[in-house]
Antibody, heavy 118, light 106 residues
Framework: QVQLVQSGAEVKKPGASVKVSCKAS????????INWVRQATGQGLEWVGW????????GYAQKFQGRVTMTRNTSISTAYMELCSLRFEDTAVYYC???????????WGQGTLVTVSS | SYELTQPLSVSVALGQTARITCGGN??????VHWYQQKPGQAPVLVIY???NRPSGIPERFSGSNSGNTATLTISRAQAGDEADYYC?????????FGTGTKVTVL
């Protein structure tokens, strides 16, 4: 079965960087896009960006341009999202999710809590 | 940027029908997807491409999309349907999520 398993919770100081991993299994990693979506406590879903694991091509939400980098290691079916220059308002659960039919998102990871605190 | 507007909350009596709307400019020309999210859990895709149900999603969930409004319908609502629901479209190389609707089953 399709699974996306993310790395554990992180606590970072303002200005630091965080790198979250997402290990895929149960399907061919390079055949589906990986999206990253975040959710602050009590708030809605916010799209961060996407990556094509086959080509490495990426697309980022304008809000995160210049601060986010999405990469992958196809040999271990793992995608990564790095967010730098962290701010208090970046505190959120970050989800990786597989791109599905017609730009839907059909499978989600369990989420990684990133806390930015001084 | 494209915006999707949902009602903040919808209440439905047990066994009755809930309708959740998602408003957007000419949304009828786009593919709309819907997600269910229960507290402390990741979202789950319940409808894709306007009206299609993924495997394992009950037939009680259905969707439609026309003009400036897409609608998720939950028939014969159950207590387990209590959750937040989000619509989503792809626009200008961006995934756009709706504001979210909390569904309460009375």
């Amino acid at each position: 079965q399709v699974q996306l398993v993310q790395s554990g919770a992180e606590v970072k100081k303002p200005g630091a960087s965080v790198k979250v991993s997402c290990k895929a299994s149960g399907y061919t990693f390079t055949s589906y896009d990986i999206n990253w979506v975040r959710q602050a406590t009590g708030q809605g879903l916010e799209w961060v960006g996407w990556m094509n694991p086959n080509s490495g091509n990426t697309g980022y939400a304008q809000k995160f341009q210049g601060r986010v980098t999405m990469t992958r290691n196809t040999s271990i079916s793992t995608a990564y999202m790095e967010l730098c220059s962290l701010r208090f308002e970046d505190t959120a659960v970050y989800y990786c999710a597989r791109g599905g039919d017609s730009s839907s998102v059909d499978y989600w990871g369990q989420g990684t809590l990133v806390t930015v605190s001084s | 940027s494209y915006e999707l507007t949902q009602p903040l909350s919808v209440s439905v009596a047990l066994g009755q029908t809930a309708r959740i709307t998602c408003g957007g400019n000419n949304i009828g020309s786009k593919n709309v997807h819907w997600y269910q999210q229960k507290p402390g859990q990741a979202p789950v895709l319940v409808i894709y491409r306007d009206s299609n149900r993924p495997s394992g999603i009950p037939e009680r969930f259905s969707g439609s999309n026309s003009g400036n409004t897409a609608t998720l319908t939950i028939s014969r609502a159950q207590a387990g349907d209590e959750a937040d629901y989000y619509c989503q479209v792809w626009d200008s190389s961006t995934e756009v999520f709706g504001t979210g609707t909390k569904v309460t089953v009375l």
